[in-house]
C-alpha cells in the first residue's frame, strides 16, 4: 500500500512541474496588461514612421473614453465637428486626391489664413509640415494631412489646462471681455458646468452700466439655483467686494464675478476693471484666482489685440473661447498658441447649457481635419 501512495505521489509531483513550467513559459497576455500607446509606438515596425504617426493620431481622440462617458462624448464630439464644419471645409478638400508639391502647400497656406491662424503660426506650421515631409520622404496625401494633424496637435496642447477647483475656500473668479463677446450667458454655463463637480456657486452681477446683463444674471442664477448679487446702479467694484465677503461668511465654493464689456481702447473703462481687481484682492488676499478672457471666436484676428490688451491689464490666467460655430474660424487658437499662449480652459460651440466644454486639443484638431 506504501509503494502505490508513493507512486501516486511520484506521479502527482512530476505532472505539476512539468504544468508548472509550461504554465510558466506560456503565460497568456492579459486583455488589460498595461500597455500604454507609447509602449504599442514603440512596438511598431520601425521602418513605417508613417503608420506609427497614424495610429497615434488614430487613439490618441478615443483613449479616454470610458463605457461610462461614452455616449456623451461622442456627442460633444458631433456637435464640434458640426460646428467647425465651415473651418474643416477649407482643409479636408485639399488632400482628396492631391499631389505633393508646392501647389498642395499654397493652398494649405490659404487656408490656414483663411481660418484666422496668422502669418505667425501659419509659417510655422507649414515650416515643420515640409520638415517632416523631406525626412520621413512621405508620398501620398493622406500622410501629409496625418502629418498636419499631429504637428497641429503639438502647437495646441500646451493651451490645455484644466480649472483647478478647491485650492482656495473660496475660488473668485474675475470674467472679462469686450462687449458681445457672451460673458453673461458663458458664467450661467460655467455655472452648471462647476455645480456638476459639487461646487457651490455664488454669482456678482458686476455689469452695473448694462440693465439687461442684470436682468439675464439673475435668470441663469434661478435657473441653476445660484445665488446672484447685484445693485441697480453703483460701482461695480463694491459689487465685487459685498459678494466676495458674502461668499467667505456662507462657506459658498466658488464666485464668479460678471464685468462690464468693454473694448482696449476705453482707457477709462480698463482703469475701472482694474479697480475692481484691487478691491478683490483687499477683499480676500491672494484674490481673483482666476482672471478669465471670453472672446468671440468670430472676431478672428482682433482676438490677438484682445487677449494682449486684458492680459498687459490683468494678468489673465485662462480664455473662454465662444461662437465657434456658424461663421467662426478655428484657426485663431493656433494664432494664440503661437502669439501669446494663455491656456484655453473651455470652449463653446452653440447656445445649448452642454455647449460649453473643456478644451481638447486633440479632439479641436480632429473635428477640422476629420
Given amino acids: 500500500m506504501m509503494y502505490v501512495l508513493a507512486g501516486m505521489l511520484h506521479t502527482f509531483t512530476t505532472f505539476y512541474f512539468n504544468f508548472t513550467m509550461f504554465s510558466f513559459f506560456k503565460k497568456k497576455p492579459k486583455i488589460n496588461d498595461g500597455v500604454t500607446p507609447s509602449d504599442y509606438n514603440a512596438s511598431c515596425d520601425t521602418n513605417s514612421p508613417h503608420q506609427k504617426m497614424q495610429h497615434e493620431a488614430d487613439q490618441e481622440l478615443h483613449q479616454e473614453l470610458s463605457p461610462e462617458n461614452n455616449e456623451e462624448k461622442q456627442s460633444w464630439l458631433s456637435r464640434l465637428k458640426a460646428g467647425l464644419s465651415k473651418t474643416s471645409s477649407n482643409f479636408t478638400r485639399l488632400f482628396v486626391g492631391a499631389k505633393i508639391d508646392d501647389e498642395l502647400y499654397e493652398e494649405l497656406e490659404s487656408a490656414l489664413l483663411m481660418s484666422d491662424a496668422g502669418m505667425d503660426a501659419t509659417l510655422f506650421v507649414l515650416d515643420e509640415l515640409k520638415k517632416y515631409v523631406k525626412q520621413q520622404k512621405l508620398v501620398e496625401s493622406d500622410q501629409v494631412k496625418t502629418a498636419l494633424k499631429i504637428i497641429l496637435i503639438n502647437l495646441l496642447t500646451p493651451l490645455e489646462k484644466s480649472l483647478e477647483l478647491g485650492r482656495h475656500q473660496p475660488l473668485i473668479m474675475m470674467i472679462a471681455g469686450v462687449n458681445g463677446a457672451g460673458k453673461t450667458t458663458t458664467i450661467g454655463k460655467l455655472a452648471r458646468h462647476l455645480q456638476a463637480h459639487h461646487q457651490s456657486i455664488l454669482l456678482a452681477a458686476g455689469d452695473t452700466f448694462r440693465a439687461a446683463a442684470r436682468e439675464q444674471l439673475t435668470i441663469w442664477g434661478e435657473r441653476n439655483n445660484v445665488t446672484v448679487i447685484s445693485q441697480e446702479s453703483g460701482d461695480p467694484a463694491a459689487v465685487a467686494f459685498d459678494s ?49 478672457l471670453v472672446i468671440d471666436g468670430n472676431t478672428g484676428q482682433n482676438a490677438l489685440a484682445q487677449v494682449k490688451a486684458f492680459d498687459d491689464a490683468l494678468g489673465l490666467t485662462g480664455l473662454i473661447i465662444t461662437k465657434l460655430d456658424g461663421t467662426a474660424k478655428g484657426g485663431i487658437l493656433a494664432a494664440i498658441a503661437k502669439t501669446r499662449p494663455i491656456p484655453v480652459y473651455f470652449i463653446g460651440i452653440g447656445e445649448k447649457i452642454d455647449d460649453l466644454q473643456p478644451f481638447n486639443a486633440r479632439e479641436f484638431v480632429h473635428a477640422i481635419l476629420e
Fill in 244 to 292: 466676495v465677503s458674502s461668499a467667505i461668511a456662507k462657506g459658498i465654493n466658488v464666485v464668479m464675478i460678471d464685468t462690464a464689456g468693454r473694448l482696449p481702447s476705453q482707457l477709462h473703462l480698463m482703469e475701472e476693471i482694474k479697480k475692481i481687481q484691487r478691491v478683490v484682492t483687499k477683499s480676500k488676499k491672494g484674490a481673483p484666482h482666476e482672471v478669465l
